[in-house]
């Protein structure tokens, strides 16, 4: 169901009729002031504050009020006035709703009885800016429809007499439900100088379709990017890689930037004057980028704090080494002593252990002395057997 202030879009779409643009163009305005209805998340708003009329008004009218309606706080639309301040910003702002209590109606001062909330600090809203891209939008799709109906007419027939355009729209008409047929006429058709029906080939449309095809995303990317949203428009015919695709990331974020910091200062204005507790933040794929671009800044920041922590440690490396060489004590004359006794200690040590015999050496010559005492002693019994019996005898 369309809103009340566009009875156009109201109507059916008829084919018999020509585009309305008109109806078309607000179609699109709806569509993406539907989408930033979630741009922006409010917390502790009141019932009588509903946060989408809110967004509508920065949004359409790039402005609004908050001013008290009995005992309930509202916002609401209104005009500028009063003289304007060193600045030239007016003073005043003037509440005509009808639809608001009477005592309501009434000129407020900025800043003491009511709060100005501003879409953007100059109060322009987005709709002047979608309806740049929307208005090329609706000429884009209007000759789109216009190339996409003329691709069905690869040549024009040409008829001289009434009979032979009979005869063409039979043959068309047959060939639209499948049928095969012929046209008889006396010349034939185009070769023949006399021919009462003749064939008009009609320019390709492709290439056409594709420029207006690649217009169309370009203007619906564009469009995207300027509400801070990352719209693909590069034109290469080819894959594209991560850096080239976040060629535009730098020009998302000063327009919506701006808009939440105005939301934020009027929303701070607005809890001292009438006492609520209201915050508002980004939403949806709008919040999704801050956290992203939050992430990769942390990254960022810790691969610095690595790289200067690595290039610190070689420095503090050579200030130890030289402190540790600056600071050593002088060897005194007793060290000095001590160093000159302690090699030739070493060395009669070495001496000694070089005059040591091996214990397998000494085993060996012990084993050699107990043989030949073994040996001797064999004899000397020998001897003394040969010595008794010569006595004996």
């Known amino acids: 169901m369309a809103l009340f202030w566009y009875p156009e879009l109201n109507e059916k779409f008829s084919f018999d009729k020509p585009i309305p643009k008109g109806a078309l163009m607000h179609s699109y305005d709806l569509y993406y002031l539907l989408r930033l209805q979630s741009m922006f998340k409010y917390d502790g708003l009141p ?3 509903p946060a989408k009329w809110l967004e509508h008004y920065l949004l359409v009218n790039g402005s609004c009020a908050f001013v008290m309606d009995g005992d309930e706080l509202i916002c609401t639309t209104g005009g500028w ?4 301040d060193r600045y030239y910003i007016p003073t005043q702002y003037i509440v005509s709703n009808p639809y608001v209590k009477e005592e309501t109606r009434r000129t407020y001062t900025i ?3 009511c709060v100005l909330a501003r879409n953007d600090t100059y109060a322009r809203g987005l709709l002047p800016l979608i309806q740049e891209k929307t208005r090329l939008l609706t000429e884009n799709y209007v000759s789109m429809n216009m190339s996409t109906i003329l691709t069905r007419a690869m040549l024009n027939l040409v008829a001289l007499t009434g009979q032979d355009k009979e005869s063409i729209d039979l043959w068309l008409k047959k060939l639209e439900r499948g049928e095969l047929g012929a ?3 006396k010349p034939n058709f185009a070769g023949n100088d006399n021919a009462n029906i003749s064939a008009v080939p009609f320019a390709q449309v492709a290439g056409t379709l594709t420029d207006l095809i690649e217009e169309r995303q370009y203007i619906k990317a564009s469009l995207y990017n300027d509400l801070g949203l990352n719209g693909n428009y590069n034109m290469k015919r080819e894959a594209i890689n991560s850096n080239e695709s976040q060629l535009n990331d730098d020009m998302l974020h000063p327009l919506i930037d701006e808009m939440l910091k105005c939301r934020k200062e009027f929303i701070e204005e607005v809890n001292d004057m009438f006492g609520t507790n209201i915050s508002v933040e980004f939403d949806s794929a709008w919040a999704d980028n801050e956290l992203e671009n939050e992430a990769a800044l942390e990254s960022i920041e810790a691969q610095a704090a690595m790289t200067e922590e690595a290039a610190e440690a070689p420095a503090e490396e050579e200030t ?4 540790t060489t600056e600071e050593a004590p002088a060897p005194s004359e007793e060290t000095e002593e001590i ?4 090699p030739a200690e070493e060395a009669a040590a070495e001496d000694q252990t070089e005059e040591q015999p091996d214990i397998v050496e000494v085993l060996e010559d012990l084993t050699d002395a107990v043989e030949q005492i073994a040996e001797e002693i064999s004899e000397d019994g020998s001897s003394e057997e040969s010595v008794e019996k010569e006595g004996e005898e």
């Open 47 to 49: 019932d009588s504050v």
């Open 81 to 84: 006035g009063g003289l304007p």
């Open 111 to 113: 800043g003491e009885d």
């Open 183 to 185: 046209i008889l006429s």
């Open 320 to 323: 130890s080494e030289e402190i």
């Open 339 to 342: 160093t000159e006794v302690a």
